[in-house]
C-alpha cells in the first residue's frame, strides 16, 4: 500500500510550509481520504471517502460549494453539500 500525504492541518494558521495544505490522503493513487482542498481534485482517483465533515476535512463546508464527483464518493452521514 502506497500512502501520499496530500496535507494535515487543522483549520488554523499555517506554520510550517509542510503541513500547509488541509486534510487530504491518497491511497495507492487511486483512493482520495478526504478533501480538505479543492486542488486535491486534481490529483487522479477513482473514489473519494469523507471522514467526515468538518472543514479541514471537506473544503465544501467552509465555502458552501456543492460538490459535484465524477467519481463514487462515501461519507459517515448525508451532507446537503454531497449529493447521493
Known amino acids: 500500500m502506497n500512502i501520499k500525504i496530500l496535507g494535515t492541518r ?19 493513487d487511486i483512493i482520495l481520504i478526504d478533501l480538505g482542498e479543492a486542488k486535491f481534485l486534481k490529483e487522479k482517483h ?10 479541514d476535512h471537506a ?16 461519507g459517515p452521514e448525508k451532507n446537503k453539500l454531497v449529493p447521493e
Do not use: C, M, R, W
Not at 506554520?15 to 490522503?25: D, F, I, M, R, V
Open 59 to 74: 473544503y465544501l463546508v467552509f465555502d458552501q460549494t456543492i460538490f459535484k464527483p465524477t467519481v463514487p464518493h462515501y
Open 10 to 28: 487543522a483549520k488554523i494558521e499555517a506554520s510550517a510550509k509542510a503541513y500547509y495544505n488541509h486534510s487530504g490522503y491518497l491511497i495507492d
Open 46 to 55: 477513482e473514489a473519494i471517502v469523507f471522514t467526515h465533515f468538518h472543514p
